[in-house]
Structures are given as C-alpha cells and as structure tokens.
C-alpha cells in the first residue's frame, strides 16, 4: 500500500477505501479497486464471471456506473488475482461493501428441503391420521360388540406399535449412508444426506462450463500454417512458459509442442525480449538462429496485419482463417519473423508465419454424459459468463443446443414469466451474474423442476444454495464448497450423471421398502378389521402382533438399502416428484398384497375353527402365515417391474441381504413357536396345522405372483 508517499507491505485486513495498492504479477487482489496506472495488466476473473480466458485490463478507459461485472475493464474485485503486468490503484470498498462478499451473503439463506423430506413429512401426517381413525373406529365397534374394554386396549396399543413404521426413519437413513458411501467411491463427497435421493429426483442440470463441461484450461485448437518451421520456432522463443507454468497462452503453446518446446529453447539463445505491450497488443523475443539475429513476433493478427510482408495471396488466406477461427468463438493469435529492426518490433516489417486458435476445450466425456442425461429425462442447461459465441461454440460441440442463446442482459429487460418461456427453449444462457443464476434456478423450481447446480466460483454460491441440490467441484473455492450439498473430486459432467444414476436405485430401493412397510401394517389392519366386523375372535394376540413386527420387518427392511439396480435405470423417464414414492400403480399392488394377506389369512382362520381345530391352534397358524407372507412380499417386492419368475436367478441375486434377514427370522419364530410357545398364547404346530399354513402360502404367493405377472403382461403391450 502506498500511504504517505511511502510504500509499506500491510495485512489486508488493515486497508481502508481511499488507500492507494501496488499490485504485481501473483498478487491476490485484496479489495475492490479502480485502476489508476495499468501496464499489461492480466487478471483472472473466472471466480466471479465465470469467464476462463484472462480479463485485460486498463486504466485509460471511462464505464457507465451500469456496466455489468464482466465489462468493467478499469476495475479490479477482491478475491481476483492478476497473472500478468503490474498496477496502481484506488481501494473503493473493503470486506463486506466488496462484489464478492455481497455474493457470499446469499449463502446464509436456506436450501430448500428435498423432495424425500417433503414426503416424508406429508407421509408421516396422513399415514398417523389414517392409523389413528382406523384404530378408534376398530375400537369403538369392539366395545358396541360387548368385547372387553382391557382385552382391546391392549390389542389397539400392541396394533398401533406394529402399523406404525417405527423402523422407517432408521430404514431412510441407512439407505442414504450407504448410498452416499457408494457415492465417495463413484468422486462424490455427500455433505447433505438427503442429496442422495434427491439425485434419483433431479430433472434438470443447471451446469456451468468452464471446469465441468471444459478443462478448464486453454489449449490450441486450430492452426494455420504457412512456415511449420518458423511457425514452431516463433511458438516456442517467443514463450515465457516455465515448467507449464505462467501466461495460459504461453503453457497451451508449450504443451503443443511438447518435447520441441525445450529443444527449440536450449537451441536458440535469447538476446533480447519485449514483454506484451496492450496497447501494441505484442510481444517480441530476439534470438540468434543458426549465427544470425530474428525477432519473433506473437500478437493479435489485426495489429501483425499493416506490418505484413506476406503476398496478397497469403493475407486472402489468412483473412478466410482467421474469420472462421473466430466465428467459433476461438482467440486467435498470429506469429510473425523479421530479420529488420529487432530493437522496434512495431516498426519492424514482419512475415506472418501462420495462425494458431485457442479454446478451453471440452472434456472428452462430456457429450457422451450429456447424451446419457438426456435419455434419461433429464435437461441440461448451461449457465455461463462467457461470451455467447464461445458458448455456443463449446454447446454444439458437445450436443447442448436450443432454439436460441439467451443474454444475462436480456434477462434483466424480461419479467418472470417472459423469462420462463424462454427457459422452455433455451439451453445455454451467456453472460449470466450471479443475480441470473439465482433467480433463473427459483423459475425453474417455480415450475416444478428438482434442480442440481454446479458450481465452482463465488458467483455460483446463491444459485448452489437455493437449488434442489447444489453441486460444488472438488477444485472450486471454499465458499461454494460450503453452500453446496455435494462436492465433485473429479469436475466432471459424466462424474454428475453417474452419480445420479446411482441416486435413484437409492430412490427405487426407498420406494420398496416404503411399499413393504405399509404393505405389511396395512395387511395386518384388515385382517383384524375383518375379524371385527365379522363379529369373529381376535385372529392375532397383542404379544403375536408384536413380535411379527421383530421377525419380519426388523429382520428385512434393513436389508432394503443392499438391493442392487434394476434393469438401467437411465432409460426410463424420471418419475414427477408427487409420484417419487407412491404412484397409482404403486398403490394398486399395494392395496392388492395387503388384502391377499389379509383375506387368506381369515379365510385360515375360520377354515380351521369350523374343521374343529382349538382357537390357540387357528390363532397359532393364523401368526405363522401372517409372518411367512410378510416374508414372501419382501422377495416379490425387490423386482418392481418384473414378476418373481421372470428371471428367478436375477429374482434370486438382486439382494441377497434380505435371504439372510429371512433366515434370522426364521430361526427366530421357530424357536417362539417350539421353544417358548406359551409366552406368544400359541401351540407347537402340528403336521397337520402345518399342512393348512402351506397351503394359505401357497394361495398368498399364486395371488401376489399372478397380479404381477398381470401388471408386467399389460405394461409390455402399452409399449408395443
């Protein structure tokens, strides 16, 4: 800082508006500042504009107070860093007045909650209200029958423990765990446990380019060549590169050279360098080739041109070149040689040797990513600060194309609902700040979107945490990191679309066990309801209630989380999110499995009361094939779309956890019924008690397999 004339190194935290700083090559800038001296001065804004090529600056030029961030070339922002030149400048705000901590502000908002949360609270409301009316209604008719008043109390409690899924929340959490564990081992760190299954519910990407469908990084694209050779040479002296560190253009050159590079260095001695000059925009190197002196010229090719030798010939072909090269969106450089005024090279005449393109090029996989995305359902939209003609260039490259590029600019002319519209048709939004970022997420969500955001700069923290799930990438600032529900080791596009192939197997195993769960409450509720109405005795004692609760769903419903996919969940639509647990279909086989159980149940019950069994006898066969049905529809319910014997080996295989959860229960309820019997007011069954309870099985699965063979037969034709 230069205070008093002097110039003194000072903590950052001690600046004030109004003092003077000095800035050089490598500094971060320390606050927002207006540039007052500027010498070839280069900065990296990519945190706050998303922009990835440097930003020239200057301090000659004069703004309008409405120049958007990206424009502002006599400006310096806090958190920015310079990568070349020097400069002189006039602190304007400090701490929390700066660009860069207004963005971070929009992190202390609250995320919205995820789609599992909002079900689960609207589920657990109706399904207690449900229970509780039905319990009372049970109740009440019970005491009009003259039953005894202590006999249904403790029925109603002992019905209530088992309808309500006490083990769900456990259930939820074990599946998101896992799930975010299988997560860290596909790159993605979870900080958010319900992200996970908001990952199987996302239906739309708001992705950023630079870093996630880019490298990230400038690398030659195109060349044109009119001397290999000198074109080579010039590349490489005319080079500050060191070890592929320092100017982004000057490390692309020396990664396309690659061994040449050192070789051409150590060949040809320097004699004499002019740094980048923005005002000439070129830069020059003398060296000594092959005993003689040449300068080497590298600029932009409108200020090479009016000093070229080159025939008209060579100037027409260059012209073609250099306009299609930077139609595309690309930064086009020229290189040019001259053996005359190497001390002056604006006053040398120079010979253009050809032209070289640079782009931050798309990832190799990203196309492919997108494509996946696509065919499961899912758009993407890039949201980017570039320039629209290099965004569009990198969005048809990679297959991400709309009907037209919408401006950050146009957003701002346009009300709500113009914009949403637009976003109907749109794929890519350029010039986007972090403002349009922010509020093009809430329209989306506004329409019933679930959206992930990535994100890696400052700028993209109000839009990570107001989406569905933000998106944070491994290499990004600390701040994004922090606003985000999951962060990428790897910044990669396909890296998002595998994870969310992977969220909704979490997503389809919630949705099994959520159907398992109410299945068997919902099965044991009729059964008693029907022995009720029908004026009959109690089918199930309080204590057998009870414990079927601890050998069917404690044995099975943890196991739920181990189900592994199936078939390829990215082929198929993704589901609304009102349907994302319980849908029509979902409900009918539910409502189905529960009265299957329930009706054979009874009909067992009084079967063997009329053939003259004991009531303890049909109370005992009544649990069993309670509990063995139970069992029954957790295998049936770990193929959603396929019957059990379509396929059994895959019927078989797709969780073999729950074969080992069966087991436990198994041994469990034989030894209750052969060793303890007395403490559940049953009887050791007989061969014949055991003939009936097989049969009842038998008759349960033929029904459950036999609507779904029915459910799979029809879903086959409607795709035909």
């Known amino acids: 800082v230069r205070r008093n004339g002097i110039e003194t190194l000072i903590p950052s935290r001690e600046l004030v508006p109004g003092d003077i700083v000095v800035l050089s090559e490598g500094d971060l800038i320390p606050a927002d500042l207006r540039l007052i001296e500027a010498f070839a001065l280069e900065v990296d804004e990519a945190t706050l504009t998303g922009e990835s090529l440097p930003c020239e600056k200057s301090a000659d030029i004069l703004l309008s107070i409405e120049t958007p961030l990206y424009e502002r070339r006599n400006t310096l922002f806090s958190g920015t860093s310079i990568l070349r030149g020097k400069a002189t400048a006039l602190i304007y705000a400090t701490a929390s007045d700066t660009v860069i901590a207004k963005i971070a502000e929009a992190a ?55 309808a309500v899924p006490e083990g769900l929340p456990i259930v939820i ?27 199987g519910s996302t239906t739309l990407i708001a992705t950023d380019k630079t870093g996630t469908i880019t490298e990230g990084i400038l690398s030659v694209s195109q060349t044109h060549v009119l001397d290999k050779l000198e074109l080579e040479r010039c590349a490489a002296l005319c080079n500050d590169a060191h070890d592929l560190h320092g100017d982004s253009v000057d490390v692309a050159l020396a990664k396309w050279l690659d061994e040449r590079f050192a070789l051409l260095n150590s060949r040809h001695e320097r004699l004499y360098y002019h740094p980048f000059d923005p005002k000439t925009r070129m830069m020059g190197s003398i060296n000594r080739i092959d005993g003689a002196e040449k300068l080497y010229v590298k600029g932009a090719y409108e200020a090479l041109l009016p000093r070229s030798i080159n025939d008209q010939s060579d100037i027409c072909i260059l012209e073609e070149s250099h306009t299609a090269m930077a139609s595309k969106g690309l930064r086009v450089l020229a290189f040019g040689v001259s053996e005359h005024h190497w001390e002056d090279p604006i006053a040398a005449p120079v010979r253009i040797v050809g032209l070289i393109a640079f782009a931050d090029r798309p990832k190799a996989e990203a196309a492919e990513a997108i494509r996946f995305a696509k065919e499961a359902g899912i ?152 022995a009720i109405l029908s004026a009959l005795p109690l089918p199930l004692h309080p204590t057998q209630i009870l414990w079927i609760n601890i050998v069917t769903d404690g044995m099975c419903d943890k196991t739920f989380a181990m189900c592994q996919e199936e078939g390829d969940v990215m082929k198929r639509p993704v589901r609304p999110v009102k349907y994302a647990f319980f849908d029509p279909p979902m ?22 009361l009329r053939h003259g069994f004991s009531l303890e006898a049909s109370t005992t066969a009544t649990f069993t094939t309670v509990v063995a049905a139970q069992w029954i529809n957790a295998i049936l319910i770990q193929k ?81």
């Open 108 to 162: 202390q908002q609250r995320s919205p909650d995820s789609p599992l949360t909002r079900s689960m609270h609207l589920f657990s409301k109706q399904l207690l209200i449900a229970i509780i009316s039905i319990l009372t209604l049970l109740g009440i008719i019970s005491l009009w029958q003259g039953r005894s008043i202590e006999e249904m109390i403790s029925f109603l409690l002992a019905q209530l423990v088992s």
């Open 173 to 199: 959490t074990l599946i998101l765990a896992i799930g975010a564990f299988r997560l860290s081992r596909h790159k993605v760190l979870v900080r958010h446990l319900p992200s996970v299954e908001s990952l």
């Open 379 to 530: 758009r993407l939209i890039m949201i980017t600060g570039d320039n629209p003609i290099t965004a569009k260039a990198i969005a048809d490259e990679v297959g991400l194309s709309g009907e037209s590029v919408l401006m950050g600019s146009d957003i701002d002319t346009m009300d709500d609902e113009a914009v949403s519209i637009r976003l109907e048709s749109t794929a890519l939004i350029a010039r986007a700040m972090p403002e349009h970022k922010y509020r093009i997420v809430k329209l989306l969500q506004n329409r019933g979107e679930i959206v992930a955001v990535t994100g890696d700069g400052v700028n993209d923290v109000p839009a990570l945490k107001a989406a569905n799930l933000g998106i944070a990438m491994g290499s990004g600032s600390e701040a994004a990191k922090a606003s985000s529900k999951m962060v990428l080791v790897d910044n990669n596009l396909g890296v998002i679309v595998d994870a969310i192939s992977q969220g909704r197997v979490f997503s389809d195993n919630l949705r099994k066990v959520l159907f398992y769960l109410l299945s068997t409450s919902l099965g044991e509720i009729l059964l008693i309801s029907m």
């Open 587 to 608: 409900l009918y086989r539910l409502g189905w499995f529960a009265l299957v159980t329930a009706s054979i149940s009874i009909l067992l019950f009084t079967s063997m």
């Open 640 to 720: 959603e779309t396929e019957p059990f014997l379509k396929n059994i080996r895959r019927s078989i295989s797709i969780n073999r956890w729950l074969w080992g959860g069966i087991v436990a229960g198994i041994v469990l309820q034989i030894s209750a019924l052969y060793l303890i019997p007395e403490w559940f007011h049953s009887i050791t069954p007989t061969t014949e008690m055991i003939k009936w309870i097989g049969s009842a099985l038998v008759s349960i699965f033929i029904l459950e397999e036999g609507y779904k063979w029915i459910e799979y037969l029809r879903n086959r034709t409607k795709r035909v």
